[in-house]
């Protein structure tokens, strides 16, 4: 007589009922997308020094074009990671600071900015 084994439950399922970046349901999925991203790590990085300007911003991270930008600092205000403030002002001056949330997700993205540095030329 053989026993049959009782399957195994698959280590990710299609709904997600707790944090699984591997669960395709997962709302972990969005924010690891935002922050994979090329630009947000640049962006968080240019504002841990304090608020900056969306020039500012621009100068620093060579090669953004300003729809890009715009795009990717309108990504992070969604996501809770970067505030928008505008002055009242003539004419109005807007600044993009990093929001505790934005804070926490700086360190990573340090160390990673850091490892790209210095394992580029290894590839």
């Keep these: 007589m053989t026993l ?25 999925r969005e924010m690891l997308d935002l922050l994979a991203n090329k630009w947000t790590a640049l962006a968080i990085g240019a504002l841990e020094d304090g608020p900056r ?17 715009s795009a990717t600092l309108k990504r992070l205000g969604d996501a809770g990671l970067v505030d928008r403030t ?23 993205l340090a160390h990673l900015r850091d490892w790209v540095n210095e394992n580029v030329t290894r590839h």
């Design 86 to 108: 505008v002055f009242a002002e003539v004419p109005p001056r807007v600044e993009y600071s990093l929001t505790p949330l934005g804070r926490s997700a700086g360190a990573p």
């Design 4 to 28: 049959a084994a009782a399957p195994l439950a698959p280590a990710h399922t299609d709904t997600c009922d707790r944090n699984d970046v591997y669960a395709a349901a997962c709302p972990c």
């Design 53 to 69: 300007r969306f020039g500012e911003l621009k100068r620093d991270l060579q090669g953004v074009s300003p729809k890009v930008l």
